[in-house]
């Protein structure tokens, strides 16, 4: 037996050729990170990438996780088929094996993760780094093994893969049906196979092992596992480093051993890119501002947009909703997640997301209708709720706001007139302009007229109207924008609850009503709200008394979505505020309440789990979407301190079961990584706080800033506006308000709108007008630095 010394690691492997492996840690050395909670360690984290993903407990281990395949959710996926169900690892001194599966420790990084192993008895650490290198259908996951005993050591390092090679969810509907795996050991790896289909996991250290075996399968069981075992000399107080790659494809076995070649060869050089494509997106809308934990969480949600990409080349790219139980695509969540990726500049995944969610709408449907969820196979579970139509539309003209691009404008209009059609046509029995159907609240029965449909509706309308402007079709524009107005007047009249101060959950008949009311008294008596019980036994008693056949208002389970038309804008100011206000009596201090009727009045802890049903349920649930609404509600009607107060609340889960995520039901339940929580930060923060209203199409952006009084000094830099960047940096003290505002193309022009006051430019040419709202106007097609006389 023959020593090889290598770059920080000595091997004793016999016959082997010398290998230099580097250490990842080198990678993330000057990276952001966020240790996690040892309370935390036995629950999950996600290693990202937009092919493969691995999923496991933040201990090292790989239990059964998740209910879309009961317990296959975790492990390693390279949808649409799933790789592995994990990996164990052991570190064999003398008589003692050491197992690990129990981290003491557990690190995240923006690209990457850390688990830490401690033997004390022995004088042992083991670190365990992993990461997924963009666009590789594979994962390199790095051993660093510490010897601190101060003598050198003889050991065995075991390593050992549980394949699982099969579909994804829904996969029996496109006739992937899952076969056997065999595997075989090739050259220094393991290379294993499903009986019925061209799916293929690969597996191994790049060097040839002492010894491997397969394990024997249990009866029934389709996944093979095979070890391999290496033999290591751990000099005294040197680390050493076992560099492990798994890969896979659901093509071809050269495929799949291509990829592990590709990592094992150059892992630290892929390593190095993800790091510097990571800088640069947090570059992106950088965010400076004296609540530090507020600026920590917004940095890392841009890393999370990232992480929710997901790649199936045969069928397109789009961000997946959540993991890890909805890594696939989805219309809704979608729509609102997309603008907060506008505005934090990640724009490609928004074109791409864009494009699949479109052609496969238009392809299934036809007639305009989005659809709800697709697999990463291609097959559609749901072909769309009501909601996800009319908020594609606006979610094109926001795009559209954002890119000044005719061409895209035009290339997604068709959909949207088509849509629109659909929409009153096929889903407005009585005529009266209020779409029928489900929208955001999926509870059994919750299908007649909703508000939130209405709202966003209304909204699609009006935007549609701005957008056939664009595209010169006068007629249609004029008819679109009359059927916003009506929507909008019949909203306010009709939806309004004088008695409950808030906009109603529905418009339905008594017998509608009734058996909602009697469905939702057994949930509040489920969940011992005796509040909600006797409120909705008046409301019952009140309906009983006075019978009509007409369709009427009701408020009975006060979901978040009776906040949508603050939300878009919709509500007259007197209404408004009225609702804002209401919609304080269903929060915690975590955020707002998915279904009023589920409050909890003790809820006053900032440091207790959510407990979750067993059964996967967001019954009394408090969740980021709805309170994100409720701070851009805030904000649409002044109230910017208000809003400032939801974001607060929702940055109280972020890193709190996961570090560097947020949880989607508050603070540790559900999906551990959530798109549409960048829609409840990137909006109130970019465009509402610092006012950036893009109008592309005009090569203009206009600033509105409306800061929290706390923010006395605050910056974003870098704001992506399709070929411009801008940058605002805030200030308000003892001598006033000072706003500079930087732009990279001059060819543009920044349109500063201010409260009505005295104010002094210091750029020449620049154009000071006021209007009848009392508002002042400071234009310019350079750089701006705006300062108040009065403090």
């Not at 290693?47 to 201990?59: E, K, L, N, P, S």
């Not at 088929?81 to 995240?108: C, P, S, W, Y």
């Not at 992993?130 to 790095?142: E, L, R, S, T």
């Not at 509706?457 to 079709?473: C, I, N, P, V």
Request: aromatic share 12%.
């Amino acid at each position: 037996m023959r020593t090889i010394i290598c770059y920080l690691s000595i091997f004793l492997l016999p016959g082997c050729a010398t290998k230099t492996e580097k250490s990842l840690l080198e990678v993330l050395e000057d990276s952001p990170s966020i240790t996690g909670k040892q309370a935390y360690l036995e629950s999950p984290y996600v290693t990202a990438g937009d092919r493969v993903y691995m999923v496991g407990h933040q201990d090292g281990s790989f239990p059964p996780l998740g209910w879309h395949i009961k317990g296959e959710m975790g492990g390693i996926w390279n949808h649409p088929i799933k790789l592995m169900d994990g990996f164990e690892a052991r570190l064999i001194v003398g008589d003692d094996t050491l197992t690990l599966d129990k981290a003491v420790e557990f690190v995240n990084y923006p690209f990457a993760n850390k688990h830490i192993f401690e033997f004390s008895e022995k004088e042992l650490v083991v670190e365990r780094l992993q990461f997924v290198p963009d666009a590789k259908q594979g994962i390199v996951v790095q051993f660093v093994v510490e010897n601190n005993t101060g003598t050198a050591q003889e050991a065995t390092f075991e390593f050992i893969g549980h394949t699982d090679l099969r579909p994804t969810w829904l996969g029996e509907r496109t006739e992937m049906f899952d076969g056997p795996d065999s595997s075989e050991f090739i050259e220094d790896k393991w290379v294993v196979k499903d009986a019925k289909n061209p799916w293929f996991a690969v597996f191994g250290a790049g060097r040839s092992p002492d010894s491997n075996h397969s394990f024997p399968k249990k009866d029934g069981e389709h996944g093979t596992s095979n070890s391999l075992a290496y033999s290591i000399s751990l000099a005294a107080d040197t680390p050493q480093i076992l560099n492990f790659t798994i890969a896979g494809s659901y093509n071809s076995r050269k495929d799949a051993l291509d990829t592990y070649e590709a990592l094992q060869k150059d892992y630290f050089f892929m390593a190095h890119e993800k790091k510097e494509r990571y800088q640069k997106l947090v570059e992106r809308s950088k965010l400076s501002i004296p609540d530090q934990d507020l600026q920590q969480a917004f940095e890392w949600l841009k890393y999370n947009c990232d992480w929710l990409v997901r790649s199936v080349p045969e069928i397109g790219t789009g961000i997946g909703a959540g993991i890890p139980d909805y890594p696939w695509w989805f219309g809704v969540d979608s729509e609102y997640a997309l603008r907060g990726y506008l505005a934090v500049g990640q724009t490609e995944p928004v074109y791409s997301t864009i494009k699949l969610i479109d052609s496969v709408s238009m392809a299934l449907n036809g007639n305009g209708r989005i659809i709800h969820e697709m697999s990463t196979n291609g097959a559609v579970f749901n072909e769309g709720n009501i909601n996800e139509t009319p908020q594609f539309a606006s979610l094109i003209w926001e795009i559209y706001k954002w890119n000044g691009d005719k061409q895209f404008l035009e290339e997604y209009f068709p959909t949207i007139e088509k849509g629109l059609h659909w929409l009153l046509a096929e889903n407005d029995a009585n005529k009266n302009l209020f779409p029928d159907g489900f929208g955001m609240m999926e509870i059994h029965g919750l299908d007649s007229e909703m508000i939130d449909v209405a709202a966003y509706t209304q909204r699609a309308f009006a935007d549609a109207s701005k957008m056939a402007k664009e595209l010169g079709k006068e007629e249609l524009a004029a008819e679109y924008a009359r059927t916003a107005q009506k929507l909008k007047d019949k909203i306010n009249e009709e939806f309004w609850s004088e008695e409950f101060g808030s906009f109603a959950d529905f418009l339905g008949t008594d017998e509608q009503a009734i058996h909602l009311i009697e469905d939702a008294i057994v949930r509040a008596d489920t969940l011992n709200k005796p509040w909600a019980i006797e409120e909705l036994q008046a409301t019952k008693r009140q309906i009983q008394k006075n019978p009509s056949n007409k369709l009427k208002t009701f408020v009975l389970h006060h979901n978040w979505v009776v906040n949508t038309p603050m939300e878009m804008g919709i509500a007259d100011s007197i209404k408004a505020i009225t609702a804002l206000n209401t919609a304080k009596k269903f929060t915690n201090p975590f955020g707002v309440f998915v279904t009023g009727i589920d409050r909890d009045e003790s809820a006053g802890q900032e440091d207790g789990s959510f407990q979750g049903s067993k059964v996967f349920s967001y019954t009394g649930a408090v969740m980021t979407l709805p309170t994100g609404v409720q701070a851009i509600a805030e904000n649409n009607y002044g109230r910017p301190d208000e809003a400032l107060d939801y974001l607060k609340r929702m940055t109280r889960t972020f890193s709190y079961a996961l570090p560097g995520s947020m949880y989607e039901v508050s603070p540790d339940y559900g999906m551990m990584v959530q798109a549409w929580n960048i829609y409840a930060f990137a909006i109130p923060i970019v465009q509402q706080f610092f006012g950036v209203q893009p109008m592309a199409h005009k090569k203009t952006i206009i600033i509105r800033p409306q800061m929290p009084s706390s923010w006395q000094n605050a910056s974003l830099e870098n704001i992506q506006v399709a070929d411009n960047e801008v940058s605002i940096f805030y200030k308000h003290g003892s001598e006033g308000l000072q706003i500079e505002v930087l732009q990279s193309n001059t060819d543009w022009t920044i349109q500063l709108e201010l409260p009505k006051g005295a104010y002094s430019v210091n750029v020449e040419g620049a154009q000071t007008s006021e209007n009848g709202t009392g508002s002042v106007f400071i234009s310019s097609d350079k750089k701006l630095v705006v300062v108040s006389k009065n403090p």
